[in-house]
């Protein structure tokens, strides 16, 4: 079985390895996905899905509230699954962007 490249598109289309990303690169692109997570929560709580079925709008609302009490990282997981974990597993391998990372989620 072959195994899965780890990387990143980057805004210019190019593939990277996130294992040869900067701190400074790997630490802007967490940042930029959390952004991004947290737009998205955003944009869900100020239009909560109306649907005319009911199963639809159950799920719907099971949705919504899912979103509604989720962490950031736990949304981001979901979201941009496998990227998300790769990138916090690097990291993990370098202290000063864990540092800061620990620093942004203790302010929340």
Known sequence: MATVERTWRTRDRRL?????????????????????TVRHREQMMANPPVFNGEMAQMYADQEWDHTASSEIDELAAEIYDPQWSWLLEEAAKRPAVMGVLRTVRDEE
């Open 16 to 36: 990277v390895k996130i294992a040869d990303m900067t701190d400074s690169h790997l630490w802007n692109t967490i940042l930029f996905l959390r952004r991004c």
